[in-house]
Every structure is written in C-alpha cells, then in structure tokens.
C-alpha cells in the first residue's frame, strides 16, 4: 500500500529534524533552512566539505556567532599537520596571537616551542588549536557562552584531525573538555581518556612564565607525553 500523504509528511518532518540536529552540532546556524529528501549539489558539497581541515577553516573563518568577532583581528584557526598524532589545545588566543591569526606565537609561544623541542618535537610535527577561536578583551578567561558558541567548531577539528594524543594546556582547556570544575593540580600528571584518545593536562605556558615552581611539575607532564606517544608507536 503506497504512503499516505500524512505519512509522507512525518518523514520530510523527521528528515528535516535530523539534517537541522547535525547542522547544529557542526556549529552552523544559516543558510540551512530548506531539506529536501533528495541532497541538493550544494548539500552534497557541504557533507564532503567538513571531511577536510582547510575546507572546514574556510567555512569558519569568517564566524560571527558571538560578539567577539567585532574586535578581533584575525579568526585563529589553528595551525599544524592535519594529520598529527598529536593534538595541543589551549585556551584563547593572546595580543600577538590575534595579530598574526596564529596560536601561541608571543612570549607563552616562544616557551611552548622550547618545551615541544625538549621532548623532540617540532611545531610542524603537531596541530595546535584553542577552544576559543577568537581572542577575548584584555585576555580575559573565556565566558561560558563563549565556550559553548565556539567548542562545536573544535571539536570538528579533533573528529577531522583524528589525533591519538590530546594535551590540554591549562586549566580551562581541561575542564572545558573533560566538562570538569576538579583543580589542574589534580587533573595533571596522569592520562584521561577523551572519548578513545589518551588526554593529558599540564599548566599553560603563559603559567610557566609567571611561576617558575611550575616548571618541574610541567616537565615531568612532558616526559609522560613523550613517553606515552612512544609507546602508542605513533
């Protein structure tokens, strides 16, 4: 027996409920306002666009969802391999940061670079990102509405990146991820696991340069990175 129009309409309805869900989750909130049950070309196009990192930056980069976006510079993306086994996520991009439209690039950055080479790593070798992707004013931490506008858009990142090891610099990165209020003190030193990838937390180099009894406890974070990342065969 052929479908009833009624029931033609419950499943445009529910097919329509589903493609508006994914488009929410991707972080989108325009142009989307017509599903078809068959794709459009440009549908199509957008289904194949989020499957790669520079594509993905082309559709983002130009985000106004939240006020931020009226006294950035620049829109920061992220920057590395976007292939990398090997993921660091911090918190807001800095003065020098939204400048340049690249994460960890003044003083904080310059230690960072230091840090990876350390441990026998270079800024190639890695994808670096943050969780907000536009800088706050006066540095200030995040707002949790910030957080909550602008984390869909990382973590497309990570699903696109597929890194084996994420390290969190800092404590808002951590908790934001871990959706945790505990102290970075009792986040770091050990592996969480994040959703099938190995996460560690460990202080944020901008920290370091304020407090040099940090320095230890963070270099020890780094040898268990390098450790486990060897370990993985990564």
């Known amino acids: 027996m052929p479908p009833t129009e009624y029931e033609k309409m419950l499943e445009a309805f529910a097919l329509a409920k589903n493609f508006l869900r994914e488009q929410i989750e991707l972080g989108f909130d325009e142009v989307y306002t017509q599903v078809k049950t068959k794709k459009t070309t440009a549908q199509k196009e957008d289904r194949r666009a989020v499957t790669n990192l520079g594509d993905f930056y082309q559709q983002i980069k130009n985000c106004k969802k939240c006020h931020l976006y009226r006294t950035r510079t620049n829109f920061v993306f992220g920057v590395g391999d976007p292939e990398a086994n090997l993921m660091l996520i911090g918190e807001a991009p800095g003065r020098e940061e939204d400048l340049q439209g690249e994460p960890f690039v003044g003083a904080a ?3 960072l670079d230091k840090m990876l080479a350390a441990i026998n790593f270079k800024r190639e070798d ?6 907000l992707k536009c800088r706050p004013p006066e540095n200030r931490d995040p ?30 990165s951590a908790q934001v991820l871990l959706e945790t209020k505990s102290p970075l003190g009792q986040l770091r030193g050990k592996f969480h696991d994040w959703n099938g990838i ?11 340069l304020r407090y040099q ?22």
Do not use: S
């Open 109 to 111: 950055g310059k230690l």
């Open 126 to 131: 890695i994808f670096i990102a943050n969780i």
């Open 198 to 208: 190995e996460f560690l937390v460990t202080y944020h180099p901008a920290a370091l």
């Open 143 to 172: 707002h949790p509405d910030e957080i909550e506008t602008c984390k869909p858009y990382l973590l497309q990142q990570i699903k696109l990146i597929q890194p084996k090891i994420i390290c969190a610099l800092g404590r808002i």
């Open 213 to 234: 009894q940090y320095k230890k406890p963070a270099w020890e974070d780094l040898k268990l990175l390098r450790k486990e990342y060897d370990r993985l065969d990564v």
